[in-house]
């Protein structure tokens, strides 16, 4: 059964905005302003389990939160799903056994090893009961090894899983080749088509990091449906050059020169 | 003698970023874009005394001057700020001649000012600037952005020690009963915009604005202001986000 937050893999996908900044307010800001999921990354982000915390605590009810564990790690992945996390998305699964642990990590016993105790940021409210906690929670493992792509049908076919998100960057290292080359190719023996096949096969869904546009859009196209879209950083930077390319006047026109022609329109 | 982060005011405008953001990250984004100045709002912003001083110790040599808008027109709250290793100074709610010497004042050291003596620890491994050349390089801008303050702009301009009077269109237009758009467009004579462009000149300070988006920034670019607030870190995230996500759906 599909995870409550995933569309059906025809449906349109959906596109998360990924939190770099350990800041509440630009966390709240993307997750306001329409992305379908929001991610808070403790493994290259500033996040750190303080941050999450206060993230999760002041983005109730705007888009989901999830977050990225600094590792494949059950404590780590326990503790943010206990502040609140709609989910995790577990780095550097490159095996069976990983994605298995990922999975377990997530759910409480007998069919996981997540222990119970959820945060103080339920006080007052009613706590999920562990079959609920269960459902709800949505795990997502990264394929970005060279060795994760090789076991990548087996690893989307556990029983668990609901999306295989490939990291590009770490992928293409692990492969030799540049990002580019990764994203163009499309042949069906190249790595992203065989990623997307074998998420098809095993009916989970395809995911990979794309945080630009023309990155995005190119793996939509591939036929991925969760897809990060776009980094807070990243979206402060292209923002501010973008707006002095914008107020750009001429070189050979001093500013008091321009203002007297634009005043005199 | 124009402030030297001023001096390129003469033939350009200096398009600052304004930090929102209590994150040492984005204002250090800011910093590298190529935005001429980068402001800690700690009036509006989410800054406090702690994160300004996360953010100035996240700075580099060759990234943008980082100012301070403190909360309010208070020595301390100048001080500390400078002290932490601000550039200058952007100073809320400043409506009289008065005010405006306060502001100027807690920026420089005795005899011509009262600012209290004391780089922090940031400083601990710098050779500490002397006091005449903190207050030769600091850079204090006043806001103009009350009715008294419009009224007293004049003398409020000619205060010894300003550099920058500074609007604040959101809260000007409140006091005078106005919108934002309308006193932007008003460029009469004796209309409040161009009224400050002229103390401004006749004084030989600089005049500057909040703007926050490309539209307002050339409109007050265009009634020849020079010091222009172009971005804010938090807009430019919602801009970008929304625009996003519009274009991947198409």
Wanted: proline fraction near 7%; charge should be negative; charged fraction near 20%.
């Amino acid at each position: 059964m599909p995870h409550p937050l995933l569309p059906p893999p025809a449906d349109r996908p959906l596109y998360g905005g990924w939190s770099m900044l350990a800041n509440a307010a630009a966390v709240g800001s993307m997750a306001r302003a329409g992305f379908d999921w929001v991610l808070l990354d403790t493994q290259h982000g500033e996040h750190d389990d303080r941050s999450v915390r206060e993230c999760l605590a002041t983005s109730r009810g705007a888009a989901p939160v999830l977050v990225r564990p600094a590792t494949c790690d059950p404590h780590e992945i326990t503790r943010y799903l206990d502040a609140g996390a709609a989910g995790v998305v577990v780095p550097m699964v490159s095996t069976v056994e990983q994605a298995r642990a990922a999975v377990r990590a997530c759910r409480y016993g007998p069919a996981g090893t997540r222990s119970w105790g959820p945060h103080a940021i339920h006080c007052g409210l009613r706590f999920p009961t562990p079959a609920e906690a269960d459902a709800n929670v949505l795990c997502a493992v990264m394929v970005e090894t060279r060795e994760g792509l090789r076991n990548v049908e087996a690893i989307a076919a556990v029983e668990g899983v609901d999306v295989v998100f490939v990291g590009p960057f770490d992928l293409s290292l692990s492969l030799e080749l540049d990002v580019e080359d990764l994203l163009a190719a499309d042949g069906p023996e190249d790595p992203l088509p065989a990623v997307l096949r074998a998420c098809a096969e095993a009916g989970v869904v395809a995911g990979a990091f794309g945080v630009t546009a023309e990155r995005s859009a190119r793996l939509r196209d591939l036929g991925f449906r969760f897809i990060a879209a776009a980094t807070d950083c990243g979206l402060v930077q292209s923002g501010a050059r973008e707006r002095l390319a914008g107020l750009a006047l001429p070189a050979q026109h001093p500013a008091v020169t321009a203002d007297r022609v634009l005043s005199a329109r | 003698m124009p402030h030297p982060l001023l001096a390129r005011t003469a033939t350009d405008v200096l398009l600052g970023g304004w930090s929102d953001l209590a994150s040492p990250a984005a204002a250090a984004s800011l910093a590298r874009t190529g935005l001429d100045w980068v402001l800690l709002d700690m009036q509006h912003g989410e800054h406090d005394d702690r994160s300004v001083r996360d953010c100035l110790r996240g700075t580099r040599p060759g990234d943008a001057p980082v100012l301070v808008r403190p909360p309010r027109n208070d020595a301390q709250d100048i001080g500390r700020a400078l002290d932490a290793g601000a550039a200058g100074v952007v100073v809320p709610m400043v409506s009289s001649a008065e005010q405006a010497r306060a502001a100027a004042r807690a920026c420089r050291y005795a005899p011509r000012g009262n600012r209290s003596w004391g780089p922090h620890a940031l400083d601990a491994a710098l050779p500490a600037p002397t006091p005449e050349q903190a207050d030769a390089d600091v850079l204090c801008a006043v806001m103009v952005e009350t009715r008294a303050g419009l009224a007293d702009v004049d003398a409020i301009a000619a205060t010894e020690g300003v550099d920058v009077v500074f609007v604040g269109p959101f809260d000007l237009s409140l006091e005078l009963g106005t919108t934002v758009d309308d006193l932007l467009a008003a460029d009469g004579e004796d209309d409040p915009l161009p009224t400050i462009a002229r103390a401004c000149a006749a004084h030989g300070v600089v005049p500057g604005a909040f703007a926050a988006t490309a539209a307002r920034a050339r409109r007050f670019r265009e009634l020849g202001f020079r010091f222009l607030a172009a971005a804010t870190d938090s807009g430019l995230l919602q801009d970008g986000a929304r625009q996003r996500v519009a274009q991947l759906r198409g």
